[in-house]
Structure formats: structure tokens, C-alpha cells
């Protein structure tokens, strides 16, 4: 049939006797231990699959698969690391974890897990971070998941405190009484333009109707018409386009790809993608750049021929780069006196305040920072060699497995 991740939803239809068996595939990578924790009535427990496709997606690749909810998706056995299973902590120390979006929750959950007292810190009033915000998108409800069993599972651990509403400046996290801080505050979209086509600014970019995704997701007013430029080739960009065509906008995509959101054809969505593009009426042009930014108008330069168009609109949209937000991060690092006093031992970023990605990528990153808390780092890299059997008249070899 093709997808059920709800546990809820499986369970019902085997015991009612529509199912005699569902082979939940995506789910059990999300949560292997799935059929057992049904069984035990340990449902709140379960990682559910989201539907992100990130396991597909590297398969086709031909990378390591990974996954946005179970961060020891592939490398159970080259990294050693179990799902429901801990090393206990190499220290007493106190732990404050500052952004609560994918990384930092993750990296406080499975931080509690081991045995450290972790104090979670998050500016916003909900906890989730990108997450939070990007589930109320058209869509992407089941994202929130992300959140939604990590916020369950944090209020479970006793070790573990969390704050709402709480901006840390320096001087808060300084006279907090943590000797150990993990920074994640996330990223930010630009505005400007940059990304992977444009290196550098978009000629006319500061002008007041030029918004970033950010400003669009924040539930900024629109005018339109609106261009959208799509530097950024993966889901956001079509989202955003049909939250504002829904809200009656025309919109014009531009996107020096050869079609709108192109890199979800690893994803298996783009075929969804493009038809309900087409569904709402947006128009895309594609292999074309944002070359300039007037005061009713945009200049789209061709990549290949540099013809320039003038496509007339009010309001543009940026979706290309992200930009990490490092400040707290560098500004602690900065006086080493002062950290010092305040018995502040180690700073460390995580996730997207470092390299801004995929929610995946910022689990997986969360998740390991807190697998080797006070673990010695590996020199060089790490490897990990299973020895293969002799073959009769061959040479002895082994398979040697790399992991960073």
C-alpha cells in the first residue's frame, strides 16, 4: 500500500483482522526494535518514521544510509553504537545545551541517557527549533515528530531540565554553573542571495521587498506577485511556493537547476512536487540565475547563453544559502579568563550553527557528540577491519570500513 508509520494505526489493522502482516520497511530503520515496544505496549516510545525519504535517498545515492529519527541508522556496527543502549557518562560534569532545534535536542537526550545532568536551553516558547517552525508548512506536518518524541522523551529523564524562553547572552551561560556548554543555535536564511550559483551578494538584494524563507515561514506579509529563487534545490523552495499560491499569490520560480526542487528526485517526491506546481499554476524557469534585483523587476541571466529576461514582480523570495549562527559559540571561546573563572571547561558547537544542512545531518551530528562526550578523539581516521575468510588459492584481504 505503500507507507503506514503511525504504530497506532499498524496495530489497529493486524488486530482487526484487515492485515494479516505489514512489512513496515522505513519504519523499523526509524525504530528497529518497533514490533517489540507494540508488543510490550510501549508505544510513546517508538521513533517514528517521518517520511523524509533520507534513507531512500542515500541508497540511490550510493552512500551510507542514514535517517532523521535513529541517528545510528548504518553505522550500528562500524561505530559500535546501539539504539537503546548507552555507554554510562565519563564524568560528573554538569552539561548545558544551548538551542533546542534537532541537533540540540538529540544531543541532550542522548546526553540524559547516559547518565550526565544536561540543562537544555531554548530562546523560542516551543521546543523543536527549524523543526517547530518548518512542520507548520504545507506538507510537512509529520516532520514535527522530530520533536515531538524527543520533547516526550527529555520530560522522562530526571537528570534532565528544560528551559523555554530563555535567550542565553555570554554572560548568562557564564554565570550559569555548567562546566561543560554544547552550543546549537541552528542557521539562518540569507537574504542576499548567496548560495551555490551567486558566490557572492545579488546586485540590489537590500531593498525592503526582497525577504528571506525565513521571513516567509515567520508569517510575513507577501505581496505579490512573487518570484522565488530556488538556489537551494530541495523541498523548501516548492513549500514555500504553495503556502503562498494557496494564500492567492502568483508565483514564479527561478532556479538555475533544470526544474523546481530537482534534488527531490532522490527523495522519490519530485514527481509529486512538480505536479502540484502545476496544480496551483506556478510558473518555473529554469537554468536561469538571479543576476540583479530591481525596484519592480528581476534579471534572470541564462547559465549557459547569458541571455538576460526582466521578469516583473513584487516581492522576492531568497531561498539559496543558510548562514550558521556562530556568535554565541566564538564570543565564549574568546576570553579564556573568563571562562576559566567561571569554571566553564569546554565549548563545543553543534549541528547547524556549524554546517548548516539537512534535519538529518543535524541529529546524526547531535547524537554524535553526545555518543563521544569524554570519549579520547581518534588520531587520523578511525577505522574498523573484519578480517575475510582465506578463498582456497587466494590472497587473505579484509573489508576495511572508514567512519568519520
Known amino acids: 500500500m505503500g507507507r503506514y508509520t503511525s504504530p497506532d494505526r499498524m496495530a489497529a489493522l493486524v488486530r482487526g483482522g484487515t492485515f494479516d502482516l505489514i512489512g513496515a520497511a522505513r519504519p523499523s530503520i526509524a525504530d528497529p526494535f518497533l514490533p517489540r515496544k507494540i508488543e510490550e505496549g510501549r508505544i510513546d516510545d517508538i521513533r517514528e ?8 535517498t542515500n541508497e540511490l545515492l550510493a552512500v551510507p544510509i542514514r535517517c532523521t529519527q535513529n541517528a545510528t541508522t548504518g553505522v550500528e556496527w562500524s561505530r559500535g553504537w546501539h539504539p537503546e543502549i548507552f555507554a554510562p557518562p565519563g564524568s560528573r560534569d ?12 538529540e544531543c541532550a537526550l542522548t546526553l540524559g541517557r547516559r547518565g550526565y545532568d544536561v540543562s537544555l536551553a531554548e530562546a523560542g516558547t516551543v521546543l523543536g527549533g527549524r523543526v517547530a517552525r518548518e512542520r507548520l508548512l504545507p506538507g510537512l506536518a509529520s516532520w514535527g515528530r522530530v520533536a515531538d518524541h524527543r520533547e516526550l522523551q527529555l520530560g522522562r529523564l530526571a537528570n534532565v531540565e528544560v528551559y523555554l524562553d530563555s535567550a542565553l547572552t555570554v554572560e548568562h551561560v557564564l554565570e550559569f554553573g555548567a562546566s561543560r556548554v554544547v552550543v546549537a543555535t541552528g542557521a539562518v536564511w540569507r537574504r542576499d542571495g548567496t548560495g551555490q550559483q551567486n558566490l557572492y551578494p545579488i546586485e540590489g538584494w537590500d ?17 505579490g506577485p512573487v518570484v522565488i529563487y530556488d538556489d537551494d534545490h530541495y523541498y523548501m523552495g516548492s513549500v514555500l511556493a504553495e503556502l503562498l499560491s494557496s494564500a492567492g499569490r502568483e508565483v514564479h520560480i527561478v532556479t538555475p537547476a533544470g526544474e523546481a526542487a530537482t534534488w ?26 538571479i543576476a540583479a534585483v530591481g525596484s519592480d523587476h528581476v534579471v534572470a541571466r541564462h547559465l549557459f547563453s547569458g541571455r538576460e529576461t526582466m521578469l516583473p514582480f513584487a516581492s522576492l523570495v531568497m531561498v539559496a544559502g543558510r548562514t550558521p549562527r556562530q556568535e554565541l559559540g566564538l564570543a565564549l571561546l574568546e576570553d579564556d579568563e573568563a571562562r576559566a573563572d567561571a569554571g ?3 565549548v563545543d558547537s553543534i549541528g547547524d550553527c556549524v554546517v548548516p544542512g539537512a ?23 578511525r577505522y574498523r577491519v573484519e578480517p575475510v575468510p582465506l578463498a582456497e588459492g587466494g590472497a587473505p584481504g579484509s573489508h576495511v570500513y572508514f567512519y568519520a
Open 207 to 223: 531593498q525592503s521587498h526582497v525577504y528571506s524563507a525565513d521571513d516567509v515561514i515567520d508569517g510575513l506579509e507577501i505581496p
Open 359 to 381: 534535519i538529518v545531518q543535524a541529529v546524526f551530528d547531535g547524537h554524535r557528540h553526545a555518543r563521544d562526550f569524554d570519549h579520547e578523539p581518534a588520531r587520523g581516521p
Open 264 to 289: 527531490t528526485r532522490f527523495t522519490l517526491e519530485w514527481s509529486h512536487v512538480q505536479a502540484q506546481l502545476a496544480r496551483r499554476g506556478t510558473t518555473v524557469t529554469g537554468l536561469h540565475t
Open 94 to 105: 554538569r552539561v548545558l545545551v544551548v538551542g533546542a532545534g534537532p541537533a540540540g535536542m
Open 344 to 346: 566553564v571547561r569546554t
Open 49 to 56: 518514521c517521518i517520511g523524509c525519504n533520507i534513507c531512500t
